[in-house]
Antibody, heavy 118, light 107 residues
Framework: QVQLQESGPGLLKPSQTLSLTCTVS??????????WNWIRQHPGKGLEWIGY???????YYNPSLKSRVTISLGTSQNQFSLKLTSVTAADTAVYYCARAEKDTIDLWGQGTLVTVSS | DIQMTQSPSSLSASVGDRVTITCRAS??????LNWFQQKPGQAPKLLIY???GLQSGVPSRFSGSGSGTEFTLSISGLQPEDLGTYYCQQSYTTPLTFGGGTTVEIK
């Protein structure tokens, strides 16, 4: 059974860089033809797709965040990461990592709350 | 970006009722439309893929229909465990986008 788990700091100050890692258990990121996604949800709000990466390393980002976002594969075959620079209070959200097949998101992590506050 | 509009934004229904949620896209998606259920404090869960495909393990009371720009999610025989927020999501093109959500409450 494949599972995803986000990890990283839960509290940041404005202007810092958000760094999160998603650990995939039960399978390898390179074993199938999936995209590995980051999605966020502002408190009490809807869902916003941040971007995804393929096992080849090719990545695609939401244009609304593209200038600040980097998604990369981890050093192991079971991790991928999100970096978001120059955070503000508007970046406070629950961040989810997720797996998709042909852009259909079929598996989600439990999510991790990141708060940006001075 | 493709804009996704859901209606209603919330509804209240009784156990056993049939519930229908609509999702409209700003351009044709063909059938590249998925539905998710999010229960309070949990991650979203895929219910319907490609407009009408029932995800494995999802009860058959959930069904999806539509194509192009208009889609519906139906729950036939609402159950107490169906409370939560339902989102549509287009998988036609990036950036992937979601509807604003429909919150389902049980009367």
């Amino acid at each position: 059974q494949v599972q995803l788990q986000e990890s990283g700091p839960g509290l940041l100050k404005p202007s810092q860089t958000l760094s999160l890692t998603c650990t995939v258990s039960g399978d390898s990121i390179i074993s199938g033809d999936f995209s590995w996604n980051w999605i966020r949800q502002h408190p009490g709000k809807g869902l916003e797709w941040i971007g995804y990466i393929f096992k080849s390393g090719g990545a695609y980002y939401n244009p609304s965040l593209k200038s600040r976002v980097t998604i990369s594969l981890g050093t192991s075959q079971n991790q991928f990461s999100l970096k978001l620079t120059s955070v503000t209070a508007a970046d406070t959200a629950v961040y989810y990592c997720a797996r998709a097949e042909k852009d259909t998101i079929d598996l989600w992590g439990q999510g991790t709350l990141v708060t940006v506050s001075s | 970006d493709i804009q996704m509009t859901q209606s209603p934004s919330s509804l209240s229904a009784s156990v056993g009722d049939r519930v229908t949620i609509t999702c409209r896209a700003s351009q044709s998606l063909y059938n590249y439309l998925n539905w998710f259920q999010q229960k309070p404090g949990q991650a979203p869960k895929l219910l319907i893929y490609s407009a009408s495909g029932l995800q494995s393990g999802v009860p058959s009371r959930f069904s999806g229909s539509g194509s192009g720009t208009e889609f519906t999610l139906s729950i036939s025989g609402l159950q107490p465990e169906d409370l939560g927020t339902y989102y549509c999501q287009q998988s036609y093109t990036t950036p992937l986008t979601f509807g604003g959500g429909t919150t389902v409450e049980i009367k």
